[in-house]
Antibody, heavy 122, light 107 residues
Framework: QLQLQESGPGLVKLSETLSLTCTVSGGPISSSSYYWGWIRQPPGKGLEWIGSINYVGATYHSTYYNPSLKSRVTISADTSRNHFSLRLSSVTAADTAVYYC??????????WGQGTLVTVSS | AIQLTQSPSSLSASVGDRVTITCRASQGISSALAWYQQTPGKPPRLLIYDASTLESGVPSRFSGSGSGTDFTLTISSLQPEDFAIYHCQQFDSYPITFGQGTRLEIK
């Protein structure tokens, strides 16, 4: 059974970089059949896709980012550890949200982590 | 980016009712639409993909329809566990986008 688990600091200071890792168990992230991505949800608000990564072959991967965040976002993956990561730089209060990692079939998330709340503080 | 507009934003209904939620896309997305259910403190759960295909394990009282720009999610007979927030999502083109959500409450 596929499981995804987010980890990382729950508190990030204004203007610093948010870093989260999603550890996947129950299946390899190197499978070209799936994409792996990050989605966030500010408190009481809707869902926002941040970006996704997909492996095509053993080592080559593609990344896709939301244009609204692209200048600040990097998604990377470590197939040896079967995890992928999110870095979001220059955070502001607007980046306070629950961050979910997910497996996507094409571009529809079908398995989600439990989510982790990240608060940006001054 | 393709915008998705859900209606209504909130809805009150009773156990046993039939409920329909609509999702309209700002441009045609073929059948590249998914529906999710989210309860408080939990991640979204995939209910339907490709506009009308029921995800494995999802009760048959849930159904989806539509193509192009107009889509619906129908719950044929509401159960107590169905009171939640429902989100639509398009995966026709990047960036992936979601509707603003519909809150389904108990009347």
């Amino acid at each position: 059974q596929l499981q995804l688990q987010e980890s990382g600091p729950g508190l990030v200071k204004l203007s610093e970089t948010l870093s989260l890792t999603c550890t996947v168990s129950g299946g390899p992230i190197s499978s070209s059949s799936y994409y792996w991505g990050w989605i966030r949800q500010p408190p009481g608000k809707g869902l926002e896709w941040i970006g996704s990564i997909n492996y095509v072959g053993a080592t080559y991967h593609s990344t896709y980012y939301n244009p609204s965040l692209k200048s600040r976002v990097t998604i990377s993956a470590d197939t040896s550890r079967n995890h992928f990561s999110l870095r979001l730089s220059s955070v502001t209060a607007a980046d306070t949200a629950v961050y979910y990692c997910a497996r996507l079939v094409v571009a529809a998330p079908d398995n989600w982590g439990q989510g982790t709340l990240v608060t940006v503080s001054s | 980016a393709i915008q998705l507009t859900q209606s209504p934003s909130s809805l009150s209904a009773s156990v046993g009712d039939r409920v329909t939620i609509t999702c309209r896309a700002s441009q045609g997305i073929s059948s590249a639409l998914a529906w999710y259910q989210q309860t408080p403190g939990k991640p979204p759960r995939l209910l339907i993909y490709d506009a009308s295909t029921l995800e494995s394990g999802v009760p048959s009282r849930f159904s989806g329809s539509g193509s192009g720009t107009d889509f619906t999610l129908t719950i044929s007979s509401l159960q107590p566990e169905d009171f939640a927030i429902y989100h639509c999502q398009q995966f026709d083109s990047y960036p992936i986008t979601f509707g603003q959500g519909t809150r389904l409450e108990i009347k």
